[in-house]
């Protein structure tokens, strides 16, 4: 039987690493659950679930063909809402204002996918970093705004290790390349 892994696409986070981990200290409570370690902060953008190791080729090449076909630029995005999904027992923080751009990202990302036949979740899409697991509350103080630049897109691999889940960039895409011409820089696989 073929390993599988657990993709998602998404933006690393971790430039504003200081700011999410203050905000993280802010909020931290018997509640909240344990904090997502910095270096495992992103943006999602797409979550795929359980894939065959083979497939990551042809979701490269799918992402690349999709990026291509449309208008892609870095943009910045507002951190400044704070969130609980119950059901995951995840706290979040996500923009109030979604930048067109990356709705249209996620739309078009979420289309090629869907036609190539994987089953997405359908609800409706919720750009997020999420800052704890295990949560069962999440107090809603005043928080101060947290700008993120999104620039490079990464299907990330969810992989669990004896130290917790770690999420690995399996192939990169530069928001900032010529149109028609995103070039996938696939990661090593390990």
């Not at 065959?52 to 979701?59: E, M, R, S």
């Not at 063909?65 to 951190?79: N, S």
Request: proline share 12%; aromatic share 6%; net charge positive.
């Amino acid at each position: 039987m073929e390993p599988h892994l657990r993709l998602f696409w998404g933006f690393d986070a971790c430039q504003q690493g200081a700011a999410l981990q203050a905000c993280q200290q802010q909020l931290a409570s018997t509640e909240t659950g344990p904090p997502v370690p910095l270096d495992n902060l992103h943006l999602t953008l797409l979550f795929l679930g359980n894939a065959p190791l083979g497939t990551l080729p042809a979701l490269t090449r799918l992402t690349s063909t999709t990026l291509a076909r449309l208008p892609l630029a870095p943009m910045t995005l507002t951190l400044d809402q704070l969130g609980l999904f119950p059901r995951a027992k995840a706290g979040w923080i996500g923009p109030s204002q979604i930048p067109e751009a990356l709705l249209l990202l996620e739309a078009g990302l979420r289309s090629a996918v869907s036609e190539a036949g994987w089953p997405l979740d359908p609800r409706p899409y919720r750009p997020h970093v999420t800052l704890f697991r295990k949560a069962r509350a999440l107090a809603n103080p005043r928080i101060t705004p947290i700008p993120l630049s999104l620039q490079t897109l990464h299907l990330y691999a969810s992989l669990s290790t004896p130290q917790g889940v770690r999420y690995q960039p399996r192939a990169s895409w530069s928001l900032g390349e010529h149109h028609g011409q995103p070039g996938a820089q696939s990661q090593p696989q390990r």
